[in-house]
């Protein structure tokens, strides 16, 4: 290995991050279930080396040089990801698009704008929004996660039911695929130009090649934002209306509605206890948000909905990112989980109550809980929370992988779909003969096959 | 052959089309090109058979036949394509959608509705409206194309600025692949499961299977409409009122502008010569519409834009899918066709003056000109009409090849994007390299190969 070392060295110069402590810090992302053995102390695996090349060109050399030493690739953004799609091992080699950064093209007329892959993604909102623009993408990782990230991973952000989920975002990007090549898709708004083949790097969690640069459709900050938030008697009453506004026409920013424990949990105070809170946000021009805001306020309060205080919109937009650390969780001996599914309307009561039983049926459970956050014309997405607190430390994986397999099998079950916006990694691999059917994976293994011949870029991740 | 036919007939019973008049009427799409020798008097060359199955599991067989028989499968919608997409010689099978066709699943409370692949466009359109519901999809060739059709080729529908194109329609779908296995997509609204492999079927053009199922996210009849119309001293004022509207977030479902020629050609009675017609169609809840009107208006007036009728905006919607077949055209020795081509703001006056002057140097050429049709945050396509009068019959092909060149090379120097929505077929085919670049079209030939690794589903299109 030390002859890869040396060709990544001269491909990289300071680029080859070979220190102890850079390789640690880039061997994984931040799945619970690689965070318990390191919370009981056992060491972090490091990879061989950290790759962060800067450009497309020196990237797809060393590319080519992994290739030439049989050697295992793991792309990785900002590691915020919680799925497991990046996870290296001591043979593998992190590619890290850390030095492709910054803004690279921008046209504020066309509202272009072109990123490195690697850019922070707070800090590229925040260059937009210098301009008076916005990307419109505010996963709650936002601070930590990059623009590339996003793309690779299918992400969605807390205004998605306005703006859209990240492929409603991305106008062109740039890629090194798995063979070496330097992809890059025409920059056009739309085209019919044979499969979209962008699609291929959006959800292909690093498998098929690394996204080395993002150019976005970015849009105007929204002239006026106007917030309210109204509480159902239930959880399924609240979907009912969300489903009506959807229909009526109205896209609310943010829509999201919490089920009676979450809505308990943080918002005791301004709802009776089991009533379900939806907080909404319209953005967008003044004039369309004044109506937006009344007509849903009529079919919310048509379906039996009672405002509630703008406070409580103000109080989620200031606490919104707030989640503590799987390490907090871990040192107070609970094991703990956020699993989005997405489903369409008839199905989501069902699955609402599927997965919690199933995720209460399991040993060590204590709270499963859940909101929707993202919604459609012809459903929405459902994000559980579950935490459980095993009886002794050797559990904690077991029971981790339990719940997964409940939720994962009650889903199926349903007929929703497995994977809303935070991706397969390796935490759903074991379900996307499930997700996808026989003739899909089938189709996916060909692809993978096809693009990444060798098989070596971000093994076990995403293809079972 | 006569064992593959004994084999399809197996299959098919009375599904497989021997006749010469049931071949013929099946061999090709409305491409212009190929209508000129028919229009001089060459027989139509018909495929070997027209194989029209009734299901997906049908349609598996006979692609396994004609596997096994080493023949090349054509797959046909409607027929209505003009790129040449659908074109069968004497050794080829057309794989015909026209017996998997209606609804085969509807929920109303979800908006969703599945069709067979064959089912006409109009027909499935109204079946909706029975319900007060609407696809939404409004391409010229409603009454003439196929739901598969408007998703095998990217299609883009006359409301697209408001409803979005084809892409944005699609729940789920179904096909049989090129190697007569059946791929069925997760049906779930959003999904973050690996690479959208929808999109591989999406633009496909029947290269790498067959859709024979859609199920569409509907949506509701809008509640309201409003309609109305501006001109602009020149189209790139219009192109300029048409971006502001569209950076401050309003979205007239029509949004259509024509440049001077085609305005005097229209509406001459409404406009000094030279100046640009923009007719706006706003569409959704009756608040939103007026409010959305109000805007618009006072941002087309604030750049100069003189109100026009609203009976400008009746004559279109009455009009707008009255075209003259090309026969009628060839009769009266005109060649001529459409191209549309889509590009960022900046570049779209550059590209709308490239395009026109490289078609009006090509001999022959009497008339070019062009409108655009829809609209983006980023951008729109121009929708270019050119006719040529060649001095004799002989000169018909190449004066077409030579204006179609000329077009193709000068949106390829501007930057544009080559295919807005009718496709490449094999009119655009020689592009696809300008078109995805090096990296791009090594990636669709390998997902080819990949999907279809015998070739024998509609080879010659798409792919260079």
């Avoid at 916005?134 to 930590?144: D, K, M, T």
């Avoid at 871990?330 to 956020?338: E, F, K, N, P, S």
Wanted: charged share 20%.
């Amino acid at each position: 290995m030390s002859k890869l070392l040396d060709d990544l060295a001269a491909i990289l110069g300071d680029g080859l991050l070979q220190t102890e402590a850079e390789r640690n810090a880039r061997a994984r992302d931040t799945w619970m279930r690689s965070q318990i053995p390191v919370s009981a102390g056992s060491p972090v695996v490091p990879p061989l080396a950290v790759c962060a090349p800067s450009s497309s060109e020196e990237l797809a050399a060393v590319v080519r040089a992994c290739i030439a030493h049989d050697t295992a690739m793991i792309p990785r953004g900002g590691g915020s990801g919680v799925v497991g799609g990046v996870l290296a091992n001591a043979d593998s080699v992190v590619l890290s698009t850390e030095r492709m950064t910054g803004l690279r093209a921008f046209s504020s007329t066309d509202l272009l704008a072109t990123f490195g892959a690697g850019t922070n993604g707070l800090e590229a909102e925040q260059r937009m929004q210098a301009e008076g623009l916005s990307i419109g993408h505010w996963p709650q990782s936002i601070e930590l996660s990059t623009v590339g990230g996003w793309v690779a991973t299918r992400a969605s952000g807390q205004y998605s039911t306005f703006f859209g989920n990240i492929e409603d975002m991305v106008y062109s990007l740039q890629a090194v695929l798995a063979d070496g090549s330097i992809y890059r898709s025409r920059a056009t708004p739309r085209a019919s130009a044979g499969p979209d083949l962008r699609h291929l790097l959006m959800g292909g969690e690093g498998t098929l090649g690394v996204i080395t640069e993002v150019t976005f459709s970015v849009r105007q900050q929204p002239e006026s934002e106007v917030r309210q938030a109204f509480h159902f008697g239930d959880f399924d009453a609240g979907l009912e209306a969300a489903r009506k506004l959807m229909r009526a026409g109205w896209r609310p920013a943010v829509l999201r509605l919490y089920d009676g424990r979450e809505s308990w949990r943080h918002f005791r105070e301004r709802l009776p206890k089991g009533n379900a809170m939806l907080i909404l946000a319209h953005m967008g021009p003044a004039a369309l948000t004044a109506v937006e805001a009344d007509a849903v306020s009529t079919i919310c309060e048509s379906n039996d909905g009672v405002a509630a205080a703008d406070e409580v919109v103000d109080g989620w937009f200031e606490h919104r990112n707030t989640v503590p650390t799987w390490d907090e969780l871990l040192a107070q001996g609970i094991v703990a989980d956020t699993i989005e599914i997405a489903a369409d309307w008839t199905r989501l009561p069902k699955l609402y109550r599927a997965v919690i039983d199933a995720l209460e049926a399991v040993e060590g459970v204590v709270a499963a809980s859940a909101h929707s956050s993202h919604a459609y014309r012809s459903g929405a997405n459902l994000y559980f929370t579950v935490a459980a607190t095993p009886a002794v430390p050797e559990d904690y994986t077991s029971t981790y992988d339990a719940f997964w397999s409940a939720a994962m099998n009650a889903a199926a079950s349903v007929g929703a779909g497995l994977a809303h916006h935070h991706g397969v990694g390796r935490v759903r691999r074991d379900w996307m003969r499930e997700e996808l059917g026989i003739g899909g994976l089938s189709m996916l293994r060909s692809v993978k096959k096809a693009i990444d011949p060798h098989g070596l870029m971000n093994p076990g991740v995403l293809v079972p």
